[in-house]
């Protein structure tokens, strides 16, 4: 296959066409959408969104999942934005917030990896005591009047009028893509996700590569609750609710499969724009944002299913072909494969 | 064989009837509030929800599956009821029906993709939380009263469901729990149908062969819960006086926990309607007695709730691992040596 056949055939392509589409049809319907500040508002506004969503794809990759990485945004906000409140430098409140990512990363490896615990069930856990140790710390009031030049920093912007969060955040994905594709440590993830058992047979310590894949999703998610924290200007003891789950649906809809092994973070950054951008595209389209939630699960449950059926009938059109190279003559074979 | 096999499921019960009882000594001796009966009893309309709906997806998980849509179900049922009644001039048994039947099909929609499409259960009822709570939002807007307010004013018969009380103390809520669990227990222990559900989690595949519909099964599973979602939206409504269209946020943890807590594997295969009302109600009266005897925020009750969960799932885990197995024995053997050596 060609270098160029090999990139439109990628999973996360379709996505890209998908999310392609919505703004053409968008702009269709309403040409006052298509102005260059309105599709790099798209773009900025899934900052926070990519970051987890890129986090999470780490546990999906490996056959598990993180619906930790909601209040671990919200508790790494709420240490983060009270540090800076009381005056603290920068470098240490962002430091001590990515430790705190790491750490909860940590935790959620080993009770995944190393006690073998289901995945769903111990990130749940988790999430529990995060939420309760965020309500907590911040004594259930809201962290308010953080210093205006943090709060500023995220309007900044670097090319054309995408901001410089969005411009990391994309060169990150860039960054971790390349490793996860083109370094032997970066192909252990998939790997793992795809057959834990036949990695562990050719000697990948699967065990380290869940607890990294965690730590990595964890310290995304930590990273992600700062940029949360300079976004929005203030956290509430609700902040970072939900983010679990418009995580999974931007892997899903970038075209990584949730049983692991499949898809690259350039789909989940992917899907983490169009989860982002559909309340932003239904103002344009004339609707109120109350549309939002069903409109959001409508296209996720379409996408499951449709990718589903149409591997269903992949694996039966596989199932025909191996039985006709069983039964027929080599010639029959070739002249029935034309 | 018999007695094998009953056995682990047996202690592990034993150990949620002693958590319940380390629950009431402990909460009780604090404070003697606690063990009023009619507080005791009154408590028990805030943590129903869990319980009712938490037996029934049960059903799902020993299939294999999971049902974290079932929150966002109760919240449609809710305000489903207020519209149907308030605005469109139904009746409201006939809006309970209408609102019965629409979970009904929610649960069906999302049981069909994932029984007969071979799409992931956690993903599709993923995206049936956002269908369906976006759902509701949007029967909300149908109605002339603003949203955030609810639906209020609810006929005297249709509010009795919760005022009621048997023999005067027992909260009619209480007996539709019991007469639901007992007939999830019986259904799932006791007809071939439940044999049917356990089969089709140990191995579809085999089920398949052996001649057993598991797809109708597993989409089965999915219609139960939302349904059970549903009765809980009744309640709910009917002891708020209330519609609205985002009840029973945040049970979707509550859920999960009580019915993991109450021995079901989340591999499916394994589980039981007891141990899962169990665990209900020992996370129920975590979250009642917390507030009340340890003056506990209940905005903190996650935590408990949570390390619960850890505590519980690593311990099994721990009790399971061979390793641990044999060093216990160990231990254990040594302690006798020192005995007899001793002697």
New interface residues.
């Given amino acids: 296959m060609s270098a160029a056949k090999k990139f439109l055939k990628a999973r996360e392509m379709s996505s890209f066409f998908f999310l392609l589409a919505l703004f053409l049809i968008v702009g269709a319907i309403n040409p006052k959408f298509l102005t260059g500040t309105n599709i790099s508002a798209c773009f900025n506004t899934s900052v926070v969104y990519t970051l987890v969503a890129v986090g999470m794809a780490f546990a999906i990759f490996i056959g598990e999942?993180d619906v930790s990485v909601g209040s671990n945004l919200g508790f790494v906000a709420t240490v983060v934005g009270s540090l800076l409140r009381d005056g603290a430098n920068w470098g240490f409140a962002f430091t001590v917030g990515i430790l705190i990512g790491l750490i909860i990363g940590i935790i959620n490896g080993w009770?995944v990896a190393v006690?073998?615990?289901?995945s769903?069930?111990?990130t749940?856990?988790?999430?529990?005591?995060?939420?309760?140790?965020m309500?907590?710390y911040a004594g259930?009031a809201w962290v308010e009047n953080l210093p205006k030049e943090f709060k500023d920093f995220s309007s900044v912007t670097l090319v054309g009028s995408f901001t410089v969060y969005y411009c990391c955040a994309v060169l990150l994905v860039v960054i971790i893509h390349a490793l996860l594709t083109r370094t032997r440590r970066g192909r252990y993830f998939i790997a793992v996700g795809d057959n834990a058992g036949g990695a562990e047979l050719v000697g990948i310590p699967s065990v380290q590569t869940k607890v990294a894949a965690y730590m990595i999703c964890g310290v995304l998610s930590a990273v992600a609750g700062i940029i949360f924290c300079s976004r929005i200007g203030f956290v509430t003891?609700a902040s970072g609710n939900g983010y679990e789950?418009k995580a999974?649906?931007a892997c899903?809809l970038g075209g990584i499969s949730?049983?692991g092994g499949v898809g690259t973070v350039i789909g989940a950054a992917i899907g983490a724009v169009i989860m982002a951008s559909i309340s932003y595209l239904l103002v344009f389209m004339g609707f109120?944002s109350?549309?939002?939630?069903?409109?959001?699960?409508?296209i996720?449950?379409t996408i499951?299913?449709a990718?589903?059926?149409m591997q269903?009938r992949a694996t039966v059109r596989n199932r025909h072909a191996r039985l006709a190279a069983r039964t027929m003559s080599a010639e029959e074979a070739k002249e029935a494969a034309k | 064989m018999k007695s094998l096999k009953k056995r682990p499921a047996f202690s592990w019960n034993m150990f949620l009837v002693l958590l319940l009882v380390m629950e009431f000594v402990i909460f009780g001796s604090k404070n003697a509030k606690f063990l009023r009966p009619a507080l005791l009893l009154n408590s028990a309309n805030d943590f129903l929800s869990i319980c009712i709906i938490s037996v029934f997806v049960t059903f799902v998980m020993i299939t294999g599956g999971i049902d974290i849509q079932v929150a966002s179900i109760v919240g449609l049922t809710s305000i489903t009821i207020g519209v149907a009644w308030q605005d469109f001039g139904f009746s409201i048994w006939q809006a309970v029906a209408l609102a019965v039947v629409i979970a009904a099909l929610c649960g069906a929609l999302s049981g069909f993709f994932i029984a007969y499409c071979g799409v992931q259960a956690m993903v599709v009822t993923l995206g049936g939380s956002f269908l369906y709570s976006g759902l509701a939002l949007l029967v909300s807007t149908l109605s002339s009263t603003e949203s955030y307010q609810g639906i209020s004013g609810f006929p005297e018969e249709f509010k009795w469901i919760t005022k009621y009380k048997v023999f005067g103390v027992i909260p009619f809520q209480i007996v539709i729990f019991l007469v639901l669990a007992v007939l999830a227990y019986l259904l799932l222990h006791r007809t071939k149908y439940g044999r049917k559900i356990f089969l089709v989690g140990v191995n579809q595949q085999a089920a398949e062969y052996s001649g057993i519909n598991s797809r109708w099964v597993i989409m089965s599973t999915y219609i139960l819960s939302a349904v059970s979602a549903a009765v809980t939206g009744v309640i709910l409504t009917s002891y708020l006086g209330t519609a609205k269209s985002d009840l029973g946020s945040g049970l979707t943890m509550n859920i999960i926990t009580a019915v993991v807590l109450g021995g079901t594997l989340s591999t499916g295969g394994k589980g039981s309607i007891l141990g899962t009302a169990l665990a209900a109600i020992a996370i129920g009266l975590l979250r009642f007695g917390m507030p009340l005897c340890f003056k506990v925020n209940t905005q903190y009750l996650d935590i408990p709730i949570g390390v619960l969960l850890v505590v519980v799932v690593v311990g099994r885990s721990l009790a399971s691992n061979p390793a641990v197995i044999a060093k216990v024995a160990k231990w254990r053997s040594g302690m006798k040596k020192d005995k007899a050596a001793a002697q």
């Fill in positions: 999942i009770g006690m073998k615990v289901p769903l069930i111990f749940l856990g988790t999430n529990g005591i995060l939420r309760g140790m309500y907590i259930g003891s789950m999974v649906a899903v949730l049983s109120s109350n549309y939002d939630n069903a409109i959001t699960g409508i996720l449950i499951v299913v990718d589903a059926l269903r």
